[in-house]
């Protein structure tokens, strides 16, 4: 039988967030809560569904520690060497984000383009400065009560990027992962 067990958190969900990060907005708390009881009755899923057909869950345990700190930077001279290495040539970008573990450690914008009203940055800070941008969209495409799985990543979701766009300035808004 695969059992859930959460070490360094009430795995009734408050958030999986550090008590110092920002505040997220009222509707996050719900989401989390909701996805977590969800993740508790939804069953593991089957071999016999299409997509899990050729995935073996036998033995899987769902034991984690859902916040794990990757560290912040205030530029990239502070972000280490092997993360940087890891992100391939920098170059000249008109955003950037890094995020290691459960963290956003840097996140940068042209300042020509941030001129032009786009907005880049990390998920958690577009839901506090933001939450009427997120709040319609944020677990809309793929529902967090889908399966176990999805219900356990909108529990405890962290990192993540967000960009907007005023109409005027689309067309110089082009995003790559």
Request: proline share 7%.
């Amino acid at each position: 039988m695969i059992g859930f067990r959460c070490d360094h958190h009430d795995h009734r969900v408050r958030r999986a967030r550090p008590r110092e990060a920002l505040s997220p907005a009222p509707f996050l708390d719900a989401i989390r809560a909701q996805a977590f009881e969800a993740f508790e009755a939804l069953p593991i899923p089957s071999q016999e569904t299409e997509e899990w057909r050729y995935t073996d869950l036998e033995g899987f345990g769902f034991d984690l520690r859902p916040f794990v700190e990757g560290g912040r930077a205030e530029n990239l001279d502070q972000v280490p060497e092997e993360i940087l290495a890891a992100a391939g040539q920098v170059g000249e970008r008109a955003g950037l984000q890094i995020q290691r573990n459960s963290e956003v450690m840097v996140t940068h914008l042209d300042p020509a383009l941030a001129g032009k009203g786009v907005w880049f940055g990390d998920l958690d800070r577009a839901i506090a400065e933001r939450p009427e941008l997120v709040e319609p969209y944020l677990h809309a495409l793929v529902p967090a009560d889908r399966s176990k799985f999805t219900a356990l990543h909108a529990a405890f979701r962290s990192g993540g990027r967000s960009c907007t766009c005023r109409p005027a300035s689309r067309s110089s808004c082009r995003c790559r992962r």
